[in-house]
Nanobody, 114 residues
Framework: VQLQASGGGLVQAGGSLRLSCAFS????????GGWYRQAPGKQREMVAT????????SFADFVRGRFTISRHNAKNELYLQMNSLKPEDTAVYYC????????WGPGTQVTVSS
């Protein structure tokens, strides 16, 4: 598995989590990075993307202002800081490269209780 997401868990509404994604392949630093999520019974959707240089590139409307995306190129890692979590944020969260996707890893489960 080249993409390993971690940091998920159970949190109450209004709480925070920080997700990490470790990429074991190469190259990493030249790729646009992205976080996605898939809720039960729904299609996978984009959450946020980040440029190779580390600038947040886009956010889905449903997370704008609550989530931040970052990366550490020397560590081959992506991060997603999630604040003010809502029950509707409950999903499996994945990372990948939006412009050059590779096989999906298992993701990390985030459950937000009301």
């Amino acid at each position: 598995v080249q993409l390993q997401a971690s940091g998920g868990g159970l949190v109450q509404a209004g709480g925070s989590l920080r997700l990490s994604c470790a990429f074991s392949g190469r190259p990493f630093s030249i790729r646009l990075g992205g976080w996605y999520r898939q809720a039960p019974g729904k299609q996978r959707e984009m959450v946020a993307t980040i440029t190779p240089e580390g600038r947040a590139n886009s956010f889905a409307d449903f997370v704008r202002g609550r989530f931040t995306i970052s990366r550490h190129n020397a560590k081959n890692e992506l991060y997603l800081q999630m604040n003010s979590l809502k029950p509707e944020d409950t999903a499996v969260y994945y990372c990948n490269f939006p412009t050059k996707e590779i096989p999906w890893g298992p993701g990390t489960q985030v459950t937000v209780s009301s």
